[in-house]
T-cell receptor, first 114, second 114 residues
Framework: GNSVTQMEGPVTLSEEAFLTINCTYT??????LFWYVQYPGEGLQLLLK?????DKGSNKGFEATYRKETTSFHLEKGSVQVSDSAVYFC?????????????FGSGTQLTVLP | DAGVIQSPRHEVTEMGQEVTLRCKPI?????LFWYRQTMMRGLELLIY????????DSGMPEDRFSAKMPNASFSTLKIQPSEPRDSAVYFC????????????FGAGSRLTVL
């Protein structure tokens, strides 16, 4: 079945530092890949997505590229802000024979210090 | 659109009591998902509906849990009787089941069973 493996947290960075959160996946066929973000006390929100190999999703300065050869979808941001402090979830859906629900990673807690 | 609306936002109850959580999905969305989030187990899919029909309830932990979707604009998740280990944040999410199937989450219902 489908699975998502995320870099374990927590991750603590200083403001303006570079961020990478690793995500690799296992799926048959051609899944769509997502990053969701959860701010304290809120539900998950879509941050970015990519639907086919070599697609780059981007939003709010975050980027992730769908790498089929390495089955990865790592999240990056060049300069983090305190307001980026949240939990980040990598997810996938689709692929051969799968149902329509998302498979989520375990989440990575990011704290950005001023 | 007001987004996915969940109620109550917080519920504190005693072991053995019945708990009902409610969800109003985004108008026009035809898939609805119930998730549970805990520190120990992360985000777990409990059940999902497509066009008001339950498609996969394999994540429902046991017979004490039940979910219904009587119409396209309303769903309930019921726990009877509740137990302390049911304490968690329960999220409802909805999507239009086409393409990349992007989920929109509600703010969650935080349940504490004493």
């Amino acid at each position: 079945g489908n699975s998502v493996t995320q870099m374990e947290g927590p991750v603590t960075l200083s403001e303006e530092a570079f961020l990478t959160i690793n995500c690799t996946y296992t799926a048959t066929g051609y899944p769509s890949l997502f990053w969701y973000v959860q701010y304290p006390g809120e539900g998950l929100q879509l941050l970015l997505k990519a639907t086919k190999a070599d697609d780059k999703g981007s939003n709010k300065g975050f980027e992730a590229t769908y790498r089929k050869e390495t089955t990865s979808f790592h999240l990056e941001k060049g300069s983090v802000q305190v307001s980026d402090s949240a939990v980040y979830f990598c997810a996938l859906n689709g692929g051969l024979g799968s149902a329509r629900q998302l498979t989520f990673g375990s989440g990575t807690q990011l704290t950005v210090l001023p | 659109d007001a987004g996915v609306i969940q109620s109550p936002r917080h519920e504190v109850t005693e072991m053995g009591q019945e708990v009902t959580l409610r969800c109003k999905p985004i108008s026009g969305h035809n898939s609805l998902f119930w998730y549970r989030q805990t520190m120990m187990r992360g985000l777990e899919l409990l059940i999902y509906f497509n066009n008001n029909v339950p498609i996969d309830d394999s994540g429902m932990p046991e017979d004490r849990f039940s979910a219904k979707m009587p119409n396209a604009s309303f769903s309930t998740l019921k726990i009877q009787p509740s137990e302390p280990r049911d304490s968690a944040v329960y999220f409802c999410a909805s999507s239009y089941s086409s393409g990349a199937n992007v989920l929109t989450f509600g703010a969650g219902s935080r349940l504490t069973v004493l």
